[in-house]
T-cell receptor, first 110, second 114 residues
Framework: TQLLEQSPQFLSIQEGENLTVYCNSS?????LQWYRQEPGEGPVLLVT?????EVKKLKRLTFQFGDARKDSSLHITAAQPGDTGLYLC??????????FGTGTRLTIIP | GAVVSQHPSRVICKSGTSVKIECRSL??????MFWYRQFPKQSLMLMAT?????????EQGVEKDKFLINHASLTLSTLTVTSAHPEDSSFYIC??????????FGPGTRLTVT
């Protein structure tokens, strides 16, 4: 059974600050996705990474996949209140099933 | 991006009754649909994987006779919670996939069993 740990579990920062959240697995990912979920809604896909060392950018969000494909990070620059939400990493491990991480609940204070 | 809908968005039912939740992929044909449940302040847990025209594959610990899944077409999957009890109250979310690894999620259904 794969375990995906995210850290921190909760993060509350001021608008304009930078932050990084982490996702660590006990097994090697085949692929990894990052999602953002708002209360009462389904997760929305932000990015997919598949290659070790891969870096992808989405506006102020930078996603990095570890060289060994067992970890990933999400860095947000100049956080805005609209970034508030639950950030979830999710990975596949050789099949189509997604295993979700424990989540990071981010609050940006105006 | 791909659009997945769920109906209803909220449902309240009495203990012992059954509830059906629909999941539709609106702009693509889904080779596979997935059903998850999410308890408050927790992450998503996969319940079952559903392929059109075949029986669903349930995760360990999920009762297949209680959570009936029907995948009648490439755009529709249904989850029926039979003989619901208060402990079945949760947020149920479906997702759909047609190629690649990405899954696109519906908006979820909040089930409350009284």
């Amino acid at each position: 059974t794969q375990l995906l740990e995210q850290s921190p579990q909760f993060l509350s920062i001021q608008e304009g600050e930078n932050l990084t959240v982490y996702c660590n697995s006990s097994s090697v990912f085949s692929s990894l996705q990052w999602y953002r979920q708002e209360p009462g809604e389904g997760p929305v896909l932000l990015v997919t990474v598949v290659t070790g060392g891969e870096v992808k950018k989405l506006k102020r969000l930078t996603f990095q996949f570890g060289d060994a494909r067992k970890d990933s990070s999400l860095h947000i620059t100049a956080a805005q209140p609209g970034d508030t939400g639950l950030y979830l990493c999710a990975g596949t491990f050789g099949n189509e099933k997604l295993t979700f991480g424990t989540g990071t609940r981010l609050t940006i204070i105006p | 991006g791909a659009v997945v809908s769920q109906h209803p968005s909220r449902v309240i039912c009495k203990s012992g009754t059954s509830v059906k939740i629909e999941c539709r992929s609106l702009d693509f044909q889904a080779t596979t649909m997935f059903w998850y449940r999410q308890f408050p302040k927790q992450s998503l847990m996969l319940m079952a994987t559903s392929n059109e025209g075949s029986k669903a594959t349930y995760e360990q610990g999920v009762e297949k006779d209680k959570f009936l899944i029907n995948h009648a077409s490439l755009t529709l999957s249904t989850l029926t919670v039979t003989s619901a009890h208060p402990e079945d109250s949760s947020f149920y979310i479906c997702s759909a996939r047609w190629e690649g690894v990405e899954q696109y999620f519906g908006p979820g259904t909040r089930l409350t069993v009284t």
